[in-house]
């Protein structure tokens, strides 16, 4: 008789063990009574590494730029415009994730 017991006993935890935890609830009591609330899915967190501004100079430096004049932000990219070793006018655009260099004018 106890060997039976143990062998529905372990029958019984090993099928609890290998229920998923999509099928987990929780209690939520409130104002609206006791109710259970149903597992929300799991989240996947989307982040996107971004270089900063300065290191978006140190990459137009490494282009050729020697004086900065503005840096501007946009939705892709990072617009840097100076001056470069001869006095001329220069701008190099930089893709705000990868750190690639767009165009250089």
Known sequence: MLKRLVIVG???LMTAAAVPQ???????IG???VR???????RVERRYYEIG??????IARAEGVRDVDDVR?????????????????IRVDIDRRTGEVI???
């Open 10 to 12: 372990a029958a019984v």
């Open 22 to 28: 999509s099928f987990a609830q929780s209690i939520v």
């Open 31 to 33: 104002p609206d009574g």
């Open 36 to 42: 259970l609330r149903e597992a929300a899915p799991e």
């Open 53 to 58: 501004e300065r290191q978006a100079v140190r």
């Open 73 to 89: 932000r946009t939705r892709s990219r990072y617009v840097v415009e100076g001056i470069d070793r001869r006095g001329d006018e």
């Open 103 to 105: 165009s250089v004018d």
